[in-house]
Nanobody, 122 residues
Framework: QVQLVESGGGLVQAGGSQRLSCVVS??????MAWFRQAPGKEREFVAA????????SYAEYVKGRFTISRDNAKNTMLLQMNSLKPEDTAVYYC?????????????????WGQGTQVTVSS
């Protein structure tokens, strides 16, 4: 059974940085990703990374500001968020897929974490 546990959320001022972590228990060679959901909005894609960690994909609205990475030896995926904006405020979810290909759609995720709140104040 795969379990995903996020941490690292909290309150940060606009322009600041924050790093989210997702610890994975169980198998580690999954395509993984971060999604986020703001109040009243659908859950949206943020960034994805391939199983070995050699390929990444980003949503346009975070490209150049966020960096996704993973350390399979530590069963951990990270999201480094820089130059944060108030519109980045959301609950951030870690997700994993057993399918081949980058996990860029929430419909393809097989496993989800419980989410961690990120609030960016202006």
């Amino acid at each position: 059974q795969v379990q995903l546990v996020e941490s690292g959320g909290g309150l940060v001022q606009a322009g600041g940085s924050q790093r989210l972590s997702c610890v994975v228990s169980g198998r580690t060679l999954y395509s993984m990703a971060w999604f986020r959901q703001a109040p009243g909005k659908e859950r949206e894609f943020v960034a994805a990374i391939s199983g070995p960690g050699s390929l990444t994909s980003y949503a346009e609205y975070v490209k150049g500001r966020f960096t996704i990475s993973r350390d399979n030896a530590k069963n951990t995926m990270l999201l480094q968020m820089n130059s944060l904006k108030p519109e980045d405020t959301a609950v951030y979810y870690c997700a994993a897929s057993t399918a081949i290909g980058m996990l860029t759609s929430r419909l393809r995720a097989n496993y989800w974490g419980q989410g961690t709140q990120v609030t960016v104040s202006s």
